[in-house]
Antibody, heavy 119, light 109 residues
């Protein structure tokens, strides 16, 4: 059974750095072709793809946010960490992590975690 | 990066068929057969219902079908049911990156 779960702060102040952790089970991030991505959804708005890290440590970022994002993985802990710097209220959203399968699709998703950016 | 374009809303009566379009460019939808569709209920995470344009994951109703023509992908829901009322998002691979659609709210009349 594949599961993913996001964790992190629920409230962050503007200009601070947001760190989110995705803890997964049921698959390995050492399997060729597999990745873990992050997607966010502001309240009442559409999904926005943020970042992806692959089994071989390669990574990709949304060009619109590239300078603010860092994605890393700890294979031994089955975790992927997303860091976002200089947050603003525009970053208020539910953040999801999802497995990127070898079929190039985000097939399994976590339940999401709501992060509010406010002073 | 620009999102894929979907109609904001689509509605239909029970039993009818509806189609949701997802328009991109030849750099994403038109360039790859890696279009997926997600169903999302309020307060829940998205659920994959179509991948690689036409394939359904195990357990997804056969009432959902996908297709693509040029830069536009489509999701068709046949035999519309009350439980199909939800938000639907398309997604496409875009040259090592990914992009989502603007989302469509499906209302069952």
């Amino acid at each position: 059974q594949i599961t993913l779960k996001e964790s992190g702060p629920t409230l962050v102040k503007p200009t601070q750095t947001l760190t989110l952790t995705c803890t997964f089970s049921g698959f390995s991030l050492t399997t060729s072709g597999v990745g873990v991505g992050w997607i966010r959804q502001p309240p009442g708005k559409a999904l926005e793809w943020l970042a992806l890290i692959y089994w071989d440590d390669d990574h990709r970022y949304n060009p619109s946010l590239k300078n603010r994002l860092t994605i890393t993985k700890d294979t031994s802990k089955s975790q992927v960490v997303l860091t976002m710097t200089s947050v603003s209220p525009l970053d208020t959203a539910t953040y999801y992590c999802a497995r990127r399968s070898i079929s190039l699709v985000h097939d399994y998703w976590g339940q999401g975690t709501l992060v509010t950016v406010s002073s | 990066q620009s999102a894929l374009t979907q109609p904001a809303s689509v509605s239909g009566s029970p039993g009818q068929s509806i189609t949701i379009s997802c328009t991109g460019t030849n750099s994403d939808v038109g360039g790859y057969n890696y279009v997926s569709w997600y169903q999302q209920y309020p307060g829940e995470a998205p659920k994959l219902i179509i991948y690689d344009v036409i394939y359904r994951p195990s357990g997804v109703s056969s009432r959902f079908s996908g297709s693509k023509s040029g830069n536009t992908a489509s999701l068709t829901i046949s035999g519309l049911q009350a439980e199909d009322e939800a938000d639907y998002y398309c997604s496409s691979y875009r040259s090592t990156l990914y992009v989502f659609g603007t989302g469509t709210k499906v209302t069952v009349l």
